[in-house]
């Protein structure tokens, strides 16, 4: 049974950092794709930033030179690095994974940018 275990979530002012960690577990297959999503209030859930195994990343406009994600090398946990947060930041954030049987979810965790 796969799982995404998640941590890092909080409360921090604008312009603050926060980083967020997913650790994934339980596949018989490699995790060809990890990334992040948010839902912010009101809001549809949107791709924040993903990885490869290969290396290749791929980031939504709003994040671009502010989020940096990695993987270790193992490929079985991917960071975000958020910096430079700002109030529309704010949201619940899901890690992702993709194998080829599937796609699994983080049960989230709650960013909270504000003064």
């Known amino acids: 049974q796969v799982q995404l275990v998640e941590s890092g979530g909080g409360l921090v002012q604008p312009g603050g950092s926060l980083r967020l960690s997913c650790a994934a577990s339980?596949?018989?297959?490699?995790?060809?794709?990890m990334g992040w999503y948010r839902q912010g209030p009101g809001k549809q859930r949107e791709l924040v930033a993903q990885m490869t195994v290969g290396g290749d990343t791929n980031y939504a406009d709003s994040v671009k030179g502010r989020f940096t994600i990695s993987r270790d090398n193992a490929k079985t946990t991917v960071s975000l690095q958020m910096s430079s947060l700002k109030p529309e930041d704010t949201g619940v954030y899901y890690c992702?994974?993709?194998?080829?049987?599937?796609?699994?979810w983080g049960q989230g965790t709650q960013v909270t940018v504000s003064p």
């Open positions: 992702s994974a993709r194998t080829v049987g599937g796609t699994y």
């Open positions: 339980g596949s018989m297959f490699r995790f060809v794709v």
